[in-house]
């Protein structure tokens, strides 16, 4: 009997070693995260304590590759994951880089260019030797070369037709000096800044003793020290030849040897400031074939976006000296000029409107042996009337046409 409860006990250890679920739970206990992976021994006492069974080959194998697979770094064991992440987001990241720069490129060649830009960036197609490259007009020119044959008077002139290009003048390239007229090339300078973003209309400029001219104006009347917008500056310096607005102006645009390059930037041969206004030593100076040029650019919108252009018209137009050109031309021809006096020379260059739709551009300049001769404004005026006659005539009068007329 005690032999057959010995074999019954052993067969009750031996089953309940084979008991699936006992096994699962111990081999449970193998793989937690415990200090040792070998199962934790029997308690005192039991059935398996007097008779330990060996591992088998099968769970020994597990339980390396689980230590080994313990004893790896973290990132090694996800590293094929890691790298199929990296690879779709290096994907992701060229397939929108790709795609935003075919939407710049599109962007950049349906978005229009901004015309103050482009108007200040590019230099004129032309120079002042391509300006005289239209037809001859041979009946006016001589007319004007007759008219300007005077004795104790220098006379340089030049007429141009906007629509047809032709002209007519006498001693177009002589340099004279320039007075109040410089200013043209000043204003426009200035407008070239305000569209660049140089120069604000609004921006206040602060009145300097060391800026103050005399003559014509209203600023010098103004305690130094007070301020005036460019804008403000740049109209007195055009409709009433404010000489402190002038060199305000001058001094804003970096003073005089920058404006001489921007006028030689531009091509003009014999336009120069050579001193601040007034320049009562007539030093700085011009040419009938500069100025001429220049309004002519102006006019034709090269130099100036519209908006622009429209505002150095408007500006001139409301010059409040009455121009040499109007003695003998009719209230109804309007005039956008400047003019220019010292007492050895004056001048006077513009644009003019004509009731027939005709426009032309003239420049003239006349020095006077005399001081202040006043047959130098009135020699203004005839050759003034010369092309006006001329260009007031009915029909289109054409180049050959005036040179078969007696």
């Known amino acids: 009997m005690a032999r057959t409860g010995e074999g019954k006990g052993s067969s009750l250890a031996r089953e309940r070693s084979r008991d699936p679920v006992r096994r699962q739970r111990r081999f449970t206990q193998a793989a937690s995260p415990s200090r040792h992976l070998l199962p934790a021994p029997a308690a005192e006492g039991s059935l398996l304590a007097s008779r330990p069974q060996p591992l088998r080959l099968s769970r020994q194998r597990a339980i390396a590759r689980m230590r080994q697979r313990a004893a790896q770094p973290r990132c090694l064991r996800r590293s094929p994951a890691l790298l199929e992440v990296l690879l779709r987001g290096l994907g992701l990241s060229l397939m929108l880089g790709l795609t935003m720069a ?42 004007l070369a007759a008219l300007a044959d005077q004795p104790g008077l220098t006379a340089g002139a030049l007429f141009w037709e906007v629509e047809s290009g032709a002209f007519a003048g006498v001693r177009p390239d002589q340099v004279f000096p320039a007075a109040s007229v410089i200013k043209i090339p000043i204003l426009l300078a200035f407008l070239q ?5 140089q120069v604000r209309l609004d921006e206040r400029l602060t009145l300097r003793e060391d800026l103050r001219g005399g003559g014509a104006g209203v600023l010098q009347t103004r305690p130094l020290g007070s301020r005036v ?52 030593e007539g030093t700085n100076t011009s040419s009938p074939r500069d100025m001429v040029w220049l309004l002519s650019q102006v006019e034709q919108g090269r130099m100036l976006s519209r908006r622009s252009r429209d505002r150095f018209l408007d500006i001139l137009w409301r010059t409040q000296r009455p121009s040499y050109f109007r003695p ?35 420049a003239v300049w006349v020095k006077r042996e005399t001081p202040n001769d006043p047959k130098a404004e009135e020699l203004i005026a005839k050759l003034s009337q010369a092309a006006y006659e001329f260009w007031s005539a009915e029909g289109e009068p054409t180049a050959s046409a005036a040179a078969d007329s007696p």
């Open 328 to 362: 003998n031309l009719g209230q109804e021809v309007r005039i956008a000029h400047k003019t220019g006096t010292l007492r050895s020379v004056v001048g006077d260059a513009g644009i003019l409107d004509l009731p027939n739709g005709r426009r032309y551009v003239a």
């Open 102 to 143: 075919g939407l710049s490129q599109l962007l950049q060649s349906t978005t229009p260019a901004r015309p103050e830009q482009d108007a200040m960036q590019e230099l004129p197609s032309t120079l002042p030797t391509d300006l005289l490259r239209g037809q001859e007009i041979p009946a006016l020119q001589e007319r």
């Open 193 to 197: 800044a305000v569209e660049t973003g």
């Open 229 to 280: 917008s460019a804008l403000e500056a740049a109209t007195l310096m055009s409709t009433i030849s404010d000489n402190f607005a002038a060199n305000l102006i001058i001094d804003r645009l970096g003073g005089r040897e920058a404006l001489n390059q921007k006028f030689r930037q531009w091509g003009l041969q014999h336009t120069q400031i050579s001193w601040w206004l007034p320049d009562l």
